[in-house]
């Protein structure tokens, strides 16, 4: 899997202070995408060993908060095995820090037998940010989505009571 680009110390992509990891490839196309040249799976550098150490460096740190995955689309069918891989390793590494993960599917999608193992990351992760990005319903007074339609899920309450629970940001999970 190739990444376009590692954010140190982020605060506009989940809540707190947070690394993002912009995985490149998206097959959704949605009209009006934020970022298209992240569309191609070939964009960015490929996802070394190297740089999944450099990655548990700055999670490392006590002032970050967790790791945000974002894109491109971490979820996509290509960059799933290796989104998988590692999310496991960092959840492992680090069980106190937050994940939040960015997807173009809802998370009625996410339940679709064929997306078995995205769901397995998203069981992993602690906020999904759901949906593709919807031209007509961008709103760029919402925190952390680009458009309306875009939910900010509460995933272990999610899965816990069968529901979409959506998280709450007044009451910040650290
Ligand atoms: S899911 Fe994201 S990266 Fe993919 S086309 Fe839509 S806005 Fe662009």
Redesign the pocket.
């Known amino acids: 899997m190739n990444y376009l680009h590692i954010d140190k110390c982020s605060i506009s992509n989940g809540q707190g202070i947070r690394v993002v990891l912009w995985t490149a490839g998206?097959?959704?196309?949605?009209k009006?995408?934020?970022?298209?040249q992240?569309?191609d799976f070939n964009a960015g550098v490929p996802l070394t060993e190297e740089t999944v150490q450099y990655l548990f460096s700055l999670l490392d740190k006590d002032y970050t908060w967790g790791l945000t995955l974002s894109?491109?689309?971490p979820l996509?069918p290509l960059n799933v095995p290796d989104v998988y891989d590692l999310v496991k390793r960092i959840k492992e590494k680090f069980p106190d820090k937050t994940i939040w993960i960015?997807?173009?599917y809802t998370w009625e999608e996410l339940l679709e037998p064929d997306k078995q193992q995205a769901f397995e990351i998203v069981k992993m992760c602690d906020v999904l940010v759901d949906g593709?990005?919807i031209l007509d319903q961008r709103d760029i007074t919402l925190a952390f989505r680009?458009s309306s339609n875009q939910r900010i899920i509460n995933i272990p309450r999610s899965i816990t009571e069968n529901k979409v629970v959506l998280w709450e940001v007044n009451k910040p999970k650290k």
């Open positions: 998206c097959t959704l196309e949605c009006g995408c934020h970022n298209p992240a569309q894109g491109g689309h996509d960015y997807t173009g593709r990005f680009g």
